[in-house]
Nanobody, 127 residues
Framework: QVQLVESGGGLVQAGASLRLSCAASGRTFSIYAMGWFRQAPGKEREFVAAIRWSGDNTHYTDSVKGRFTISKDNAKNTVYLEMNSLKAEDTAVYYC????????????????????WGQGTQVTVSS
């Protein structure tokens, strides 16, 4: 099992920045990739960004490219999501998730394939 705990959400004005953190514990050696997803009220959960647990390959959804940066600190078993130039449409509950399926080429952007999830952290951007 892998346990994930997010932190760092909050209420900010449009144009501001936030950094989300996701601390992993448990069988972290089984993690192949970590992803960030978000879910706005009345909408489905959507992929935001992902990073390989070993190595630095990353992948982003188009709407956040150039504004969000995913990174990690393996020594701390923590993944980060730096969010800049926030917009009202970024408002959502943000979740981190762990993909433990090894050898998958590229990154998986479907929430259903990620085995472990955090509890989520609310990000609200006022316009």
């Amino acid at each position: 099992q892998v346990q994930l705990v997010e932190s760092g959400g909050g209420l900010v004005q449009a144009g501001a920045s936030l950094r989300l953190s996701c601390a992993a514990s448990g069988r972290t050696f089984s993690i192949y990739a970590m992803g960030w997803f978000r879910q706005a009220p009345g909408k489905e959960r959507e992929f935001v960004a992902a990073i390989r647990w070993s190595g630095d390959n990353t992948h982003y959804t188009d709407s956040v490219k150039g504004r969000f940066t995913i990174s990690k600190d393996n020594a701390k078993n923590t993944v980060y999501l730096e969010m800049n130039s926030l917009k009202a449409e970024d408002t959502a509950v943000y979740y981190c998730a762990a993909d433990t399926t090894i050898g998958v080429p590229g990154f998986r952007v479907t929430s259903g394939v990620y085995e472990f999830w955090g509890q989520g952290t609310q990000v609200t951007v006022s316009s």
